[in-house]
């Protein structure tokens, strides 16, 4: 499985941003995806994650604000990402697994590149 995030970019506090993450090889409808974000000097943090059925997990600090979806017919998962904080500002990854979803970055087999967005204050 082979993973490619687009979609990072320079965006003003308060904006909306989308992320992709677009899948080849294997059968993406039953991998759950999660995004995953590491800012400057930090470690790793659970963002938001979508099963297979479609079931969603958000970490608390994001909760309302973004929004993680599937599209299985085109094998990419979307973050939509909303009301954006300077705190937001990391490189995102997203990766998956065959299995249900964790938040636990070391439970996903593959992952994609990482696409670094920056949230101006």
């Known amino acids: 499985v082979q993973l490619q995030a687009s979609g990072g970019g320079l965006v003003q506090a308060g904006g909306s941003l989308s992320v992709s993450c677009a899948s080849s090889g294997g059968t993406f409808s039953r991998y759950a995806i999660g995004w995953f974000r590491q800012a400057s000097g930090k470690e790793r943090e659970f963002v938001a994650a979508?099963?297979?059925?479609?079931?969603?997990r958000y970490v608390a600090s994001v909760q309302g604000r973004f929004t993680i979806s599937r599209d299985n017919a085109k094998n990419t998962v979307y973050l939509q990402m909303n009301s954006l904080k300077p705190e937001d500002t990391a490189v995102y990854y997203c990766?998956?697994?065959?299995?249900?979803?964790?938040?636990?970055?070391?439970?996903?087999?593959?992952w994609g590149q990482g696409t670094l967005f920056t949230v101006s204050s």
């Open positions: 990766a998956a697994r065959d299995a249900w979803f964790s938040s636990s970055w070391f439970n996903y087999t593959y």
């Open positions: 979508i099963n297979w059925s479609g079931g969603t």
